[in-house]
């Protein structure tokens, strides 16, 4: 069964702002980059356990071809995005989000 998936929105806001500024550095990047962050999200829903838990229930993907990390919990029927991470932010800023 696979789950759901839903973001925070200061987890979409993150995503938008990512989006919007590949698109501008190269049209269709932007695209790239949301296809790779769908991806790996599809493959969390079906198999979150297979995803590193980094703190507690909270799980990181990391993009390979993307400086970007996404922070996730997994519940019963949905994977919730906590953050979309670019490598050089403080992961403190995640603690309030879990």
Request: glycine share 4%; net charge positive; proline share 3%.
């Amino acid at each position: 069964m696979s789950r759901s998936v839903v973001f925070r929105r200061e987890a979409r806001l993150e995503f938008d702002e990512a989006f919007v500024w590949y698109e501008g550095k190269q049209r269709g990047l932007g695209i790239e980059f949301q296809n790779v962050v769908d991806d790996r999200l599809s493959q969390a829903a079906d198999r979150p356990e297979l995803v590193r838990a980094i703190r507690g229930s909270v799980r990181r993907i990391v993009l390979i071809r993307f400086p970007y990390s996404v922070h996730f919990v997994a519940e019963n029927f949905r994977i919730v995005v906590l953050a979309v991470f670019h490598a050089h932010r403080n992961p403190k800023h995640l603690v309030k989000r879990s």
